[in-house]
């Protein structure tokens, strides 16, 4: 049996209220046997803690989403406090979103520096999420990484191989979700051929972005599966590879898991 790491899931959310050991039956039957459950409150750590701290094989990321930067805040203390739960094991998601812009860009980067200074601290990965924010994002990871090293993912890769190729040049990893499954995703499928499977995740995003054939349904982590399958087919190896070097990532990214 395979073993895939669902790097990057939100099972707080209501869409999945009253079903997680349903969902996590139904990952574990075809091989998804781990995830990270993701903060996008800090007004609902606690929420996304409590599901962690319930289930062995469900960790935790503390931080603020980009869209609620404008309506929550939080200090680099007070997210170092909160990683040092042993169930918490990344910084995130954080980051840029200039399609949406829910909240102000001033405000995106006021958090997007506080996380990364977190990260910097404690040592765990950063989450980054970045839409329509390539440049933005590219310079300010490149100019905190001069202050001092960290971690970070880029979760939910779907932009330019830019991007990609100057996070990997500064050490990063890129999470790869269903919209690689997608048929119109032609660029993205492009990207995944050239970029080194050695840098690679997995991930959902559940419970959105659900990959084919399940596009336009609830997402959940069991679909992480398809997600490596896709990868498989578009790097030319199999399953089995896309599993363990996958998972492999997972464990030197995040490294305060021990399975």
Do not use: W
């Not at 603020?64 to 200090?75: D, G, R």
């Not at 190729?165 to 032609?186: D, P, Q």
């Not at 995944?192 to 596009?215: G, Q, W």
């Amino acid at each position: 049996m395979v073993v895939i790491v669902d790097s990057h899931c939100h099972l707080d959310f209501p869409d999945f209220k009253g079903e997680i050991p349903e969902i996590i039956a139904r990952a574990d039957a075809v091989g998804v046997k781990y995830m990270q459950t993701i903060c996008t409150h800090i007004s609902k750590f606690p929420q996304v803690l409590a599901i962690a701290e319930k289930y062995d094989n469900i960790f935790a990321s503390v931080g603020i989403h980009p869209h609620e930067a404008a309506k929550e805040s939080v200090t680099v203390e007070e997210l170092v406090e909160f990683a040092s739960h042993e169930k918490v094991i990344g910084i995130g998601e954080t980051g840029l979103d200039y399609f949406y812009e829910h909240s102000p860009r001033d405000k995106q980067i006021e958090s997007f520096l506080i996380h990364i200074d977190a990260a910097r601290q404690t040592g765990l990965p950063l989450i980054v999420h970045t839409r329509d924010a390539d440049e933005d994002t590219i310079k300010i990871l490149t100019d905190e990484m001069k202050k001092g090293e960290f971690k970070f993912l880029i979760h939910c890769f779907s932009t330019s191989q830019q991007l990609a190729e100057k996070s990997i040049e500064l050490g990063g990893y890129i999470s790869i979700s269903g919209i690689v499954t997608f048929k119109k995703a032609v660029e993205l499928q492009e990207s995944v051929r050239k970029l080194p499977l050695n840098r690679l995740l997995v991930e959902t995003d559940a419970p959105f972005l659900a990959p084919v054939p399940f596009r336009g349904k609830r997402n959940e982590p069991a679909y992480t599966r398809n997600v490596a399958e896709k990868i498989a087919e578009l790097k030319s190896v199999s399953l089995e590879d896309v599993a363990k070097i996958t998972t492999d990532n997972f464990l030197k990214l995040f490294d305060k898991v021990s399975l």
